[in-house]
């Protein structure tokens, strides 16, 4: 599923970058070469043709934006249940007994065993 949404998401900004790059902004671009010589009849082309790249500009704006949210909410995660390498480790240097460190639990094992022979 991931991986279908990042192609999209290449794809729809592939698309995108060409669409931009056809439009320009002070009324060039595509729609300019249709719009040549200042007939009637082509001007309603050149408008047609501004507003169809417009509105596919938004529509893939907005495609991104929820195919983004769509892929951050599909990357594949771990399960909860298993332990990763590295707290694996984590524990078993945790666990390990170092010689003359004692954990607090042999602290307190140690004291008790001292008092039971003090009395």
């Known amino acids: 599923m991931y991986t279908l949404?990042?192609?999209l998401i290449i794809i729809a900004s592939i698309v995108m970058v060409l669409i931009v790059l056809v439009q320009n902004s002070?009324?060039?671009g595509l729609s300019s070469s249709f719009?040549?010589?200042g007939?009637?009849?082509?001007m309603g082309g050149?408008?047609?043709t501004n507003k169809f790249l417009e509105k596919t500009t938004w529509v893939?704006?907005?495609a991104l934006l929820v195919l983004s949210i769509t892929a951050?909410?599909?990357i594949p995660r771990p399960d909860a249940d298993?332990?990763?390498a590295t707290k694996k480790h984590q524990r078993e240097l945790n666990t390990t007994n170092v010689p003359g460190i004692m954990t607090p639990e042999q602290v307190d094992k140690l004291n008790k065993e001292e008092e039971k022979k003090d009395k």
């Open 5 to 7: 949404i990042t192609v």
């Open 26 to 28: 002070k009324g060039g």
């Open 35 to 37: 719009g040549g010589g």
């Open 39 to 42: 007939g009637g009849g082509q």
């Open 46 to 48: 050149v408008v047609q």
């Open 60 to 62: 893939l704006a907005v």
């Open 72 to 74: 951050s909410l599909s």
């Open 82 to 84: 298993k332990e990763s």
